[in-house]
């Protein structure tokens, strides 16, 4: 047991560090992926540790304990022995060419190729939850009343459709409440039941809120909701962000950098999101006006400010219930411009003057919702690229933009979550070549070859394109779910590998009985058994998730097992076939672990002094068959000189 144990702990050392380097990148994601992945990636790694120490420790101990009155003789199950010759005389076929192995490269890596380009990132799963959110917004200016009517009929028809077992909803703002919302929106809250089905059921609540002409909406879940509170800014790959404290000036300013914007090459969908405007009641006082009636213009903005807005006048106490008392006009004389300007409002002198009279009272468009950026206004114009890389664009837009003038406390700035995106995929990309070049070292580490460690370094991606295979038909997109089954599967083609290229130095040092294809079929067959343990073992605890899809509750564990079975198929055929041929093929007689050894560029090694030429003199050699002496044995050249005849 010790024996093994020694022999197996590099193989397992090296084959650890190497499933623990994709784990690097998740610490250098954005806040919204590290907060996600990083708890993820330490279970992982810490998961991954415990086994290696279990497997060294426990395991080794167990086996003395358990195994120490087991009879000498190896024992196998009946399918493993049923397997082994039927196993070696395929794999003795498959390796009497290199054409099979080369073509079973050449196909996986091609599918790769193709598959790999055509998926596309998912941030977060998506996750089938039974209580999700609905937001309705009118066009601005709607009023409250009739955005509690529209409001009260959706939840009507949304608690018709079958399968919803609860809607709620609220309107506007509350006078406390800490949410942004205009009376023109309002949210309802649907709860599904248990028993429905979930994919029918949310399709026919779509149906019904996009029923409503006019009406923007949008369904989501509690979670998407949290999450998209957390990311800011914008995802368009070109966004220019003016500032400005005037809104005026910050329009025209937008205008002119719209239009300097709209020639440059490579730039589609070009436009300025502008706040969105609504109707409303503005009151502007006259100020020699106001004077010559004798009163003051705060009186002027507090009088009209009561009409069209309320002020609280105290509080009424019920129940334990506090509401506040609000004086304000009634609907149709806030709501009527006529009726603003004919208020009247006290004199000093005790007599009344019109609002009308002493100011300018009419309706202006009006932003609903003022946008603000480090306590400045600000007004997006944003652009999407074709045809031309987005570093070229932003290169020329910036151009652009040094020929348009801007007053003072106004600028403008590059900003977009696309750009943050840009530079964690560089980085996420330095990183790659940094962990693969620490793979190959690593594995150069483990066999002390070269030849050995490039063999395995090109193989282990093709274990993986089954399990992109997999993903791309299920929809093409890699979730969280789906990167652990590939994380799985890469863990299990690394040792996979590791061990049986180990496997087969050992026989070609001497271990094994056999040559060439033999020996390679002898060590293929050793690893049959483990290698067949392991996909079995992973895969039975795949398939119910398979089998169950991705109900409620599956949305991380179903896609991961299915492309953990995927990736299982190939990373399967590469360690049982393909790894063996392509040893035989590459690295049979040249897989010794002196053979470039990388510890030759720093390690002086001292060669050994260079054997005695064997000259045989003496005419004692054994014949050739032509008359001819051969020399019999080796011995120093002054001893043969010595012996030859005078």
Do not use: C
Request: hydrophobic share 45%; proline share 6%.
């Amino acid at each position: 047991v010790v024996e093994a144990i020694v022999r197996a702990r590099a193989g397992l050392l090296f084959a650890t560090l190497i499933i623990l380097l994709p784990l690097v990148p998740v610490f250098f994601l954005g806040h919204l992926g590290a907060a996600l992945g990083r708890p993820l990636a330490l279970s992982y790694a810490l998961a991954l540790l415990a086994s290696m120490v279990v497997a060294l420790t426990v395991a080794p101990a167990l086996s003395v304990m358990l195994l120490a009155r087991a009879g000498a003789a190896p024992t196998e199950s009946p399918a493993i022995r049923w397997l082994k010759p039927r196993y070696g005389r395929l794999l003795s076929r498959a390796t009497k060419s290199s054409r099979p192995a080369l073509l079973t490269f050449a196909v996986l890596a091609v599918l790769g190729a193709i598959v790999v380009p055509q998926l596309r990132q998912s941030t977060l799963p998506t996750f089938k939850e039974t209580d999700f959110l609905i937001d309705l917004e009118a066009p601005p200016g709607t009023s409250l009343p009739e955005m509690d009517r529209v409001t009260a009929q959706a939840s009507h028809e949304v608690r018709a459709v079958p399968g919803v077992r609860d809607v709620g909803a609220h309107v506007g703002r509350a006078i406390t409440g800490d949410q942004v919302s205009n009376p023109n929106g309002s949210e309802l809250w649907v709860s599904l039941s248990s028993t429905a089905d979930y994919d029918d059921t949310l399709a026919a609540v779509r149906r019904v809120i996009k029923g409503y002409p006019g009406i923007e909406s949008d369904v989501k879940t509690y979670s998407q909701a949290k999450f998209g509170d957390l990311q800011t800014g914008t995802d368009e790959p070109v966004v220019v962000r003016v500032y400005g404290p005037e809104l005026n000036v910050l329009r025209t300013q937008t205008e002119a950098v719209t239009k300097a914007m709209a020639g440059t090459r490579g730039i589609g969908n070009l436009h300025a999101e502008l706040p969105t405007q609504e109707p409303t009641i503005q009151v502007e006082v006259n100020l020699d006006a106001a004077k010559a009636a004798g009163i003051k213009p705060g009186d002027v903005r507090r009088a009209a400010a009561v009409l069209v807005s309320g002020v609280t006048a105290g509080s009424l106490f019920e129940e334990q219930k506090v509401f506040d008392v609000v004086v304000w006009g009634t609907p149709a004389t806030r709501q009527d411009v006529t009726a603003v300007r004919n208020l009247l409002i006290d004199t000093p002198n005790g007599g009344q003057v019109r609002l009308g009279d002493v100011a300018r009272v009419d309706v202006q468009p009006s932003p609903n919702v003022i946008q603000r950026d480090a306590v400045s206004r600000y007004v997006d114009v944003t652009a999407q690229v074709r045809g031309r890389s987005r570093s070229a664009v932003l290169a020329d837009v910036k151009d652009r933009l040094q020929g348009v003038k801007f007053p003072l406390e106004y600028r403008y700035e590059l900003v977009s979550n696309f750009a943050d995106r840009g530079a964690i995929e560089h980085r996420l990309v330095l990183l790659g070549i940094g962990i693969a070049i620490g793979t190959f070292l690593l594995l150069q580490a483990a066999f002390a070859n070269w030849r050995l460690a490039v063999l395995h370094f090109v193989t282990l991606p093709l274990a993986l394109v089954g399990g992109t295979l997999v993903i791309l038909i299920g929809g093409g997109t890699i979730e969280l779910g789906s990167v652990a089954g590939l994380l799985a599967v890469f863990a299990i083609a690394v040792r996979n590998g590791v061990v049986l290229l180990q496997r087969f130095q050992r026989l070609e040092g001497g271990e094994g009985n056999g040559l060439g294809r033999d020996l390679v079929v002898q060590g293929a067959r050793d690893r049959l058994a483990p290698i067949l343990l392991t996909a079995g073992g992973t895969a039975a605890f795949f398939v119910p998730f398979a089998l169950l899809g991705d109900l409620p509750g599956h949305e991380i564990v179903s896609p991961m097992a299915s492309a953990g079975l995927g990736g299982l198929v190939t990373s399967t055929i590469v360690s049982l076939f393909l790894l063996p041929a392509l040893y035989h093929r590459f690295a049979y007689g040249k897989a010794s672990m002196d053979d470039l050894d990388l510890r030759d560029l720093w390690v002086e090694t001292a060669q050994p002094p260079a054997p005695p030429v064997a000259i045989d003199l003496t005419g004692n050699g054994d014949g050739d068959g032509n008359g001819h002496r051969v020399p019999s044995e080796v011995g120093a050249p002054s001893e043969a000189l010595e012996a030859w005849p005078s």
